[in-house]
Every structure is written in structure tokens, then in C-alpha cells.
């Protein structure tokens, strides 16, 4: 071969390999979203990871995950929440009510799969659990419902205590309701509750003095990012301030809180990940019905209670799934 030939088909080789690389397909997008920091998210990213590679889809892969979080501030997730729309992601996982109601409102034509704390029908998220029937689908777990039963979990746990708290963040749509539900209970109990509203973790700490203050008895801390992000520190202060608190997590308990009760927090979202590996490979939101997250634990911190001067009844530790000690 001439040498003036050779060169012409490098040349030729040369300009075929962008052609051929352009030519592959792109990795698809999913777009998650979620109030919380990424640091106290990271744990429900990771689970999300988890239910993909159970489809066959691996981040890096076959799939990138682009994400967006709110840091604890719900007023930025409608900017959140376009500019992942205005990227057109294939799907988009979405952490929480408060977000949910955030994506929602943009009336997506992209495939969206949520997690919430409380009923998608009754927040307006989905027509019905069986038949979606739009572009939202997802996962529904009880925290919210639970926390009338929280209330009374801790009243059994020190039955002198005449008032109690509940800590909300006012911003959460569901909260509301929420708080009817849970003075509902109190009223029921025959006990006074004193509803603390707080935005901020500084908010947080003048919340637990201000209700310690006004003679609450214990406290229930509400499903919301802003408490589920810190869920351990938040055990913590619990413990330091001598407050007897219920919230809805192990790691809560575990970390100095009297006692959880409610659902694991990655569980659900390994459920949605593997939502959005059938969507993307060809499933429609409208037909995969609201997956139902029922399982919850109760877990009681007998250390903690010791150093309360809590006796737990045994009807209560009989109930438990872990005694922490």
C-alpha cells in the first residue's frame, strides 16, 4: 500500500470514531429531589441506589442520578423542582410530601415516584392507590398516620404527665392535619397538648426549652425532613435536655430519644428505586399502583428511661421489637 493511500484511510478511520461515539445512546437521567441536606439524605440516596441495581440499572453505568436537595428549607423546592423539569430528566424521585406537593405543582409530564408519610389521594398526589392514573406513583408509608398512636405510646410511658408537646414544621402541607389528629388524641387522653412550631435547628433547641417551660410532660417530634435529617442528633438533645420524646426512627432511639415507632426510613426508598428502574425501561406511572409501606417497629431505650426515672409498663415492653439498653 502506497503511503499516500495508508494515510488516507487513517484520516478516514479518524473522523469515523466521533460519528461512532456520538452515535451511542445516552445513559438516562433520574432526577431526585429532597429537602433534606445532603448529608442527612445521603442514607435514602444510597437506597434508591439500591432497588435500581435490583433492576439492573447501576449509577455510573447505565444511569446517572442528578441531585437536588432543599437543605431544610422548603420555599426553595418549586426552583428545585423546574430546573429538574427544565432538564428533562427521565424520571424524577421525589422525598416527602413537602416535595411532592413541589413537583406536583409544575404539572410534569415527566414520570414522577414519590415517597410520602401520609395518603397520595387525600394530598391530591394520585386518583386512587390501585390506578394512579397520571404521571406520579410511588410509595406511601404510615409515619403520619402513627402519630396519634405515638401520643399515646408515650402517655403509657409516663402516665403522670398532664401535657405534652408536639414538635411540627409549619411549613409541611400535611401539617394541618396533622395536628388535629394528634390534639384529637390528646383531648381523648385527657391531657393538654402544646403545639411548637419551629423552621430552623436553632428553632429546635428554643422549641424543646419553651415546651420543658411550659410544663409538657414528653414530646412528639412530627414526620418532616427538617426532624428526620436529624434523627440521631435529635436523640441526642432529647437525652441532654431530660425531655421523654417519641419520634419514628431506631436510629432515634438509639442515639438517647425514650422510644420509636414507626417504618424504617431507607426501606421505602429502596421501593421507589425499584419503581424507577420499570419505568425506565418502559412502565407507566398511570399503571403501577401506590406501593403501601405498613411495616412498623417500636423500639424503647431502657437507658434512657432509667435516667429519666421512667418505668416502662410491661404491656409496653411486651410490644417491643427492641429493647435498647
Same mark, same amino acid.
Given at each position: 500500500?502506497?503511503?499516500?493511500?495508508?494515510?488516507?484511510?487513517?484520516? &478516514?478511520?479518524? =473522523? *469515523?470514531?466521533?460519528?461512532?461515539?456520538?452515535?451511542? @445512546?445516552?445513559? $438516562? #437521567? !433520574?432526577?431526585? +429531589? %429532597?429537602?433534606?441536606?445532603?448529608?442527612?439524605?445521603?442514607?435514602?440516596?444510597?437506597?434508591?441506589?439500591?432497588?435500581?441495581?435490583?433492576?439492573?440499572?447501576?449509577?455510573?453505568?447505565?444511569?446517572?442520578?442528578?441531585?437536588?436537595?432543599?437543605?431544610?428549607?422548603?420555599?426553595?423546592?418549586?426552583?428545585?423542582?423546574?430546573?429538574?423539569?427544565?432538564?428533562?430528566?427521565?424520571?424524577?424521585?421525589?422525598?416527602?410530601?413537602?416535595?411532592?406537593?413541589?413537583?406536583?405543582?409544575?404539572?410534569?409530564?415527566?414520570?414522577?415516584?414519590?415517597?410520602?408519610?401520609?395518603?397520595?389521594?387525600?394530598?391530591?398526589?394520585?386518583?386512587?392507590?390501585?390506578?394512579?392514573?397520571?404521571?406520579?406513583?410511588?410509595?406511601?408509608?404510615?409515619?403520619?398516620?402513627?402519630?396519634?398512636?405515638?401520643?399515646?405510646?408515650?402517655?403509657? &410511658?409516663?402516665? =403522670? *404527665?398532664?401535657?405534652?408537646?408536639?414538635?411540627?414544621? @409549619?411549613?409541611? $402541607? #400535611? !401539617?394541618?392535619? +396533622? %395536628?388535629?389528629?394528634?390534639?384529637?388524641?390528646?383531648?381523648?387522653?385527657?391531657?393538654?397538648?402544646?403545639?411548637?412550631?419551629?423552621?430552623?435547628?436553632?428553632?429546635?433547641?428554643?422549641?424543646?426549652?419553651?415546651?420543658?417551660?411550659?410544663?409538657?410532660?414528653?414530646?412528639?417530634?412530627?414526620?418532616?425532613?427538617?426532624?428526620?435529617?436529624?434523627?440521631?442528633?435529635?436523640?441526642?438533645?432529647?437525652?441532654?435536655?431530660?425531655?421523654?420524646?417519641?419520634?419514628?426512627?431506631?436510629?432515634?432511639?438509639?442515639?438517647?430519644?425514650?422510644?420509636?415507632?414507626?417504618?424504617?426510613?431507607?426501606?421505602?426508598?429502596?421501593?421507589?428505586?425499584?419503581?424507577?428502574?420499570?419505568?425506565?425501561?418502559?412502565?407507566?406511572?398511570?399503571?403501577?399502583?401506590?406501593?403501601?409501606?405498613?411495616?412498623?417497629?417500636?423500639?424503647?431505650?431502657?437507658?434512657? =428511661?432509667?435516667?429519666?426515672?421512667?418505668?416502662?409498663?410491661?404491656?409496653?415492653?411486651?410490644?417491643?421489637?427492641?429493647?435498647?439498653?
Amino acid at each position: 500500500m502506497k503511503r499516500r493511500e495508508f494515510m488516507t484511510l487513517i484520516g &478516514a478511520a479518524a =473522523a *469515523a470514531c466521533p460519528l461512532r461515539a456520538r452515535a451511542q @445512546p445516552a445513559m $438516562p #437521567v !433520574v432526577g431526585f +429531589l %429532597s429537602n433534606l441536606t445532603s448529608e442527612g439524605g445521603a442514607d435514602v440516596l444510597q437506597a434508591v441506589r439500591r432497588g435500581l441495581a435490583e433492576t439492573g440499572y447501576v449509577e455510573g453505568r447505565n444511569v446517572v442520578i442528578d441531585s437536588r436537595w432543599g437543605d431544610e428549607h422548603n420555599e426553595r423546592l418549586p426552583a428545585l423542582a423546574a430546573d429538574l423539569i427544565h432538564r428533562e430528566v427521565a424520571v424524577i424521585v421525589a422525598g416527602g410530601v413537602s416535595v411532592t406537593a413541589a413537583v406536583k405543582a409544575t404539572n410534569p409530564s415527566i414520570p414522577v415516584v414519590f415517597n410520602v408519610g401520609s395518603d397520595p389521594v387525600r394530598s391530591g398526589f394520585v386518583a386512587s392507590l390501585n390506578h394512579p392514573g397520571g404521571t406520579l406513583t410511588g410509595v406511601a408509608n404510615l409515619n403520619v398516620a402513627l402519630e396519634p398512636k405515638r401520643l399515646e405510646m408515650l402517655h403509657q &410511658a409516663v402516665p =403522670a *404527665a398532664t401535657a405534652f408537646g408536639l414538635l411540627i414544621n @409549619p411549613s409541611n $402541607p #400535611v !401539617v394541618e392535619t +396533622l %395536628s388535629k389528629e394528634v390534639e384529637a388524641a390528646a383531648h381523648t387522653l385527657g391531657v393538654h397538648l402544646h403545639v411548637m412550631p419551629v423552621r430552623t435547628e436553632a428553632d429546635i433547641v428554643a422549641g424543646f426549652a419553651t415546651l420543658k417551660e411550659r410544663g409538657a410532660g414528653g414530646l412528639v417530634i412530627a414526620n418532616d425532613g427538617l426532624f428526620i435529617g436529624r434523627r440521631e442528633q435529635l436523640g441526642a438533645l432529647s437525652f441532654r435536655l431530660r425531655m421523654p420524646t417519641v419520634f419514628q426512627f431506631r436510629e432515634f432511639a438509639a442515639a438517647g430519644g425514650l422510644m420509636s415507632y414507626g417504618g424504617s426510613v431507607t426501606e421505602p426508598y429502596r421501593l421507589v428505586g425499584i419503581y424507577v428502574g420499570r419505568i425506565l425501561k418502559g412502565e407507566k406511572p398511570a399503571d403501577l399502583p401506590v406501593q403501601q409501606s405498613t411495616k412498623v417497629d417500636l423500639y424503647v431505650n431502657l437507658r434512657t =428511661a432509667s435516667a429519666l426515672g421512667i418505668t416502662f409498663p410491661l404491656t409496653l415492653l411486651g410490644r417491643a421489637d427492641e429493647v435498647i439498653e
